[in-house]
Every structure is written in C-alpha cells, then in structure tokens.
C-alpha cells in the first residue's frame, strides 16, 4: 500500500497486460493493478486490444506489426496513462510504433501521442506515481536480471531496484553480467535454440554465483527462459515478475513451480 | 573471401561444440569488455566525443564524392599514387599489377580488412608471389589457413595451446613436439621468422584507418609495429581502403582515433599510430619510393543512398562483437564472411547479398548492447530489422514463420476471437500443468523445450479474469 498522492486522484490508467501476461501469468497483471490502485489510479482494460505487435516487427512483417499497432492505438485512446509490466512490450509501443509509421504522418501522430502517455511499470510507478516506498514483505535473497529494452530503450535500471529496497526482509544481490542478454529474444530462442541456451546458461551461472534464492525481472518473456533453464538445470531459484513481489502477491506458485511444490 | 555465411546455422553449432573454441571465446571477451569500460571511466568526455564521431562521419559521408576528389589530388600532389577499384576484382588486379610491374616476389603485408574482403591474398600468390602477413595474428591464422575471426584480433579464437602447436609445425618442420609456450615466447618466435621476410620484401601492402582529405595522408594504427615496418622498408607501399575511410581533415581522424582506441581494446591510444603522406622524399632517411592508394568501393556507393549508410560510420573498432552475447557464443568464423558480429551481419548481407545471408540478421536478439558501444553510434539492430523486412518483402523468410506469423496475425486481429480461443487453449495447457507447473516436453515446442523446461499457464487467462472481476462489481 502506498499513500494516496492528489496528482493521481481521478487519473484513468489504461493497462496494457501484454500477450505473455495475458495468457500466462495473470497474477502479474493483477499484481499490477494492485500497485496501480493503491498509487491512486483507476485501472482499466480495453477489450479490444491482444499484442503489441513485436513478433510480426521483430521478423520483418512490418504490413501486419502496423496494423496490430494501430489496434492498440485505438484500443487505448484517452486513457490519461497506459501502463504496460514490461520493458519488451513498452519500448515497442513507445520507440518503435512511430518508426513503423515513418511514412504515414496521420498514424505517426497518433503513434507519438500514445508514447507520450505510455510508461513501463516501475519507470512510472518511480517517476509518475512518485512512490517512496511501498508496504510489501518479502523474505528471500534477490537478485535481478535487467531486461534488454527496458535497460537500453527505456533506462529501467535504477526504478525497480529503488522500488525492491522499499521490500521488507529482501536482500538484494547483483549478478556479473546482469545487463547481458538471457538469449530470449522472442522467436529467436525457438529459431536458434542452440545459441540460446548457451547464452541462458551463461546467464544461470551467473544467477547462480549469486547464491540468491529468487529470481526477479521485468518483462515475463525472459523470466519464462531463465526459468525454464533454472528448472532444467536443476537449479533451485524462483522466478517471480517485479509486480508481483512488490505487490506481495508472493502466494501465488512461482513461474514454472506447479501446486505441489 | 568466399562466404558460407549460408551456413550459418551449421556453423555456429559446431562452433558451440568445440571446448577449444570456448575457451578462447571466454577469455578474450571479458579482457575486452573491462577494459573498454576502464578506458571509458577514465574518459569523461566519452559520450560527447562519440556524438562528435558520428557528425565527422555524416557530414563527410554527405559529401563523399566533394572530399574523395579532395583526397586524390592531396595524393597526386605529393608524388602518390590513387586507384579506384570498383569491385573486388579490379582491387586485385590493381594490387598484383602493380606486383608484377615491380617483379616482387615477395610481398609483406600489414593487417587489412579490406584486403580480406578483396581475397588479396590468393590473388598474390595465385601469381607466384609470396604473400606474408606481419600482424602477429593474422600470421597465425595464415599458418592455420583460416580466415580471420575478428577485425581486430584476428586470432582471438585460437588457444596458446593451439598456437604453439602451429609454430612447431611450421617453424621447427615438426621437430618440436607440442611445447607449450608463453606468450612472449611465442611473439619472439614469430618476430624473428617475421624479421627476415621484413628485409626480403619487395612490395608493403597495408590497410588505412583514416584517409585525410585535406592532407592526403593516411592514418596506420598497430600495437605491433609491423604496419610500420611493412610500409617502410620496402621500395613500393600499396594501401588499400574503403572508401568510407575519409575524414575531411587532421583534426576530424585525431577524433576518430581518440574513440577507436578506447573502443577496440580500452587503451588511450594504441601503441604505433602512424600517419603516411605520399611516397619519401628528398632527404627522407626511410619510406617507400612509389606510394600506391587503392580506393575499395565495392558496394559501399550502394549503400550511401539508403539507411545502411548509416553503416558506412563504421571505423572497425570490433567493440560490438565484443559486446555481442551472440558472436560470444559462436565467436566469427560462424558469421562465414569477413566481417562477423552485429556489424558483419549487416555488412554481409549488403556485400554478398540478402539471399546466401538468411539467417545473418535474425541470428540476434535485438538486445542493443552493440549499439550502446558503438563509439559512432550505428544503430546496428535497426539495420539488422530493417535487413530482416527486406527479406520479408523478397519472399526470403521461411514457410514456417510465414504461416506462423500468418496464424497468429489473424487472431491477433480479431481479438473477441482471440479472447475466446486463447481462454480455451490456457485452460488446457493450465490444467496439464497445474500439478508440475512446467512440462519438460510438449508437441511442437521441441525447440524450446530441447533445452529448458515450459512453464504451464496458470489457466485462466488475465481477460478471463478481468471481466469476472468487473462482473462482480469490485
Ligand atoms: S559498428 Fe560500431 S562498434 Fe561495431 S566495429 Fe563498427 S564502429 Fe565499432
């Protein structure tokens, strides 16, 4: 829980929960919408809205990327804020819509206008939000990996490292290398699994090295990788999005970790 | 050089296997990548040095035609000579020519890209001329007759082990059985088989990173000295260079020299920079009596009209490959051209061609740390985007991610359809997975699953949920 701040009484938050969320992890959203509201906002979800595009962008499919772009643009159209748990998801849609409009001024426009209002979480909840500290619990050593939109198209670096201090009985634990690649990359990782997982195995040693006990990042894709190979390499690390911790929804089964654990 | 850049995929998975490989691989990147970050530390100035690098670059690719006329009459001017090579044949034509015309038998030569990207040394020896390479790892991977693996350590794949087994082979015919050297051993060893070739050579042939258009001078920067030696002591001195090497004037290459340095290898400025105007002269006690400048375009003209201009900034610093987790992994031979990491991949493809390149620009994860090094600030996964919906609309991307994204796009825009159908599919793969929470197998995931466990969906999906939690009211 935060304090309530007058800037934010009455502001509308259009949540962006990206697809991954969507159809994986909705704890994460709903973590999410917990640190909106208690930072004051009204949250709502557009129906009219699945993926931000990146898949069709990232393989050069750029006809379709628009068009799912322009369904977002209306999708979200006079929210004060949209909000999106991710620095993959946010730097699409903040730095990568208006390239793709590069020759349609009309679009553009529009484009510019949703970036302007669209932040990724913990960038928002530092810097719009303006939150000090927060009411959250958690007993684990932590250690963060840096997500590579976020960290270099967005600046996330400082924002949810600041937000994880104001965490009860969290020790916090730096990684080398906590600013290179997990090898997820989106398709990449099914399309040259071989490169991939020596590059996320390079990225569990790491973690490793660390002696944390938990794994957190910002965007679902890459926690899903590291999780994915922390499990298969039999390593005892569990992965939990930002949101969720700092929510202190750490209830909930960890990525990958089943009922019985 | 022949590509096998259409091998890329093969390639890079036999590089994954070799623990020799590895090794090295591990080694040299995080030698290059603290010392980058020292050097940068120690540099404040570093981020407005680099916006300052890039304009040099901009204006003077803006105007290259103006400042390349410039250039060759600096040259002429002072008793050198100028060529234009087109392609890579004319370049190798132009060199041997000038061999032949001169009866060198024995050519050294200074560490060049270009002259890689031209297949130089074949063409001098497919003449009959002896062809020497002098920078210690070009060297090595000559006596290994391999191409380089990185542009500024060409070498950077082999192990001491391996290189060591290399001298004995061709310095001691064998008689030494794998002695296992330190490196200043083996530097010695190859300085003194390096020495008398120097003395014996008939022609010099280097690269150039900078021409001066003001000046007609070119800039020559080695750790080794050996660039020194090549171009001085024998009578002719050809250089070869692209043509995006020109800066307009002194003051523009002390830049670019002060980013290169830092960038390439985290020192101040590298052991030997030399800078070489025309051919001796009259009361010069040393240096070549005939200058010879060959000027590369090969495809690079193409370029200087669309956004891969852009990587026509490029000063070959190789901090991008240094930084590349990818090119870490697979190291440069897999890149199957000369030029490897995030800038080979988009280099290559402009060079040999979108179609024996597929995999080149998408065998990278967009993660942007290249560019976040790259002292002229390309905007490498951009082009390397760029290069992948160039191969979108030439039909060039495979049928599996065709109907993939084709699938997944018409869902994607339907998303009452989508809500529906993916509440379904989360439901089942939920209920799967809810007691494991991951599954170590699943049908037509195998790439993923080959490698790391899938981590099962919690079941309902985050719509399904939202609206149940606005039908309740809360
Ligand atoms: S692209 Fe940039 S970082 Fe890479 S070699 Fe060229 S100048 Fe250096």
Known sequence: ?261 | MKSTAHAFKANANRALKDDQLQQALAKAKDGFVLKRAKAFEHYPEFERLREHGKRIKDHTLAHLDHYLERFEEQVKARGGHVHWAETEQEAREIIVGICRKHKARSVTKGKTMAGEEVSLNEAIEEAGIEAVETDLGEYIIQLAKEPPSHIIAPAVHKTRQQISELFDTHHHKGALKAKLREVPELVNEARGVLRSKFLASDVGITGANFLVAETGSMFLVTNEGNGDLTHTLPPVHIAIAGIEKLVPRMEDASALLRLLARSATGQDASCYTTMVTGPKREGDPDGPEEFHIVLLDNGRTRMLGNQFREMLRCIRCGACMNHCPVYSAIGGHAYGWVYPGPMGSVLTPMFVGLDGTKDLPNACTLNGRCQSVCPVKIPLPSLLRDLRQQQFEAGLVGKSTRWGLGIWGFFARRPGLYHWASGLGMRLLGRLGRRRGRFSSLPMAGAWTGSRDFPAPQGKTFHQLWKQRKESGQ
């Open chain 1, 1 to 261: 829980m935060t304090e309530n701040r007058s800037s934010s009484a009455g502001k509308r938050v259009g949540l962006f929960p990206t697809c991954l969320v969507d159809l994986f992890r909705p704890s994460v959203g709903f973590a999410t919408v917990k640190l909106l509201e208690d930072a004051g906002y009204s949250v709502d979800v557009p129906d009219g809205q699945t993926c931000c595009g990146q898949p069709a962008y990232n393989n050069g499919d750029d006809e379709r990327a628009r068009g799912l772009a322009r369904q977002v643009i209306e999708a979200y159209r006079g929210y004060d804020y949209v909000v999106v748990p991710s620095g993959s998801c946010g730097g699409t849609i903040i730095t990568h819509y208006s390239e793709m409009f590069r020759n349609d001024r009309e679009w553009q426009d529009a484009a510019m206008e949703l970036a302007g209002r669209t932040w990724e979480l913990t960038r928002f909840l530092r810097e719009v939000a303006q939150v000090e500290s927060l009411q959250a619990n958690y007993t684990g050593k932590v250690t963060y990996h840096d997500s590579c939109s976020g960290l270099r198209e967005l600046n996330i670096r400082e924002q949810p490292r600041q937000l994880l201090t104001g965490v009860t009985g969290l020790e916090l634990r730096e990684m080398a290398d906590t600013d290179v690649c997990c090898g997820f990359g989106g398709t990449f990782c099914v399309k040259y699994p071989e490169i991939s997982e020596r590059m996320v195995s390079n990225k569990v040693e790491n973690i490793r090295q660390t002696g944390a006990d938990t794994l957190l990042a910002g965007d679902l894709g890459c926690l899903m990788n590291m999780a994915g190979r922390l499990q298969r390499e039999g390593v005892p690390v569990k992965a939990y999005h930002v949101a969720e911790i700092l929510a202190g929804i750490d209830d909930t089964p960890a990525i990958g970790e089943g009922e019985t654990r």
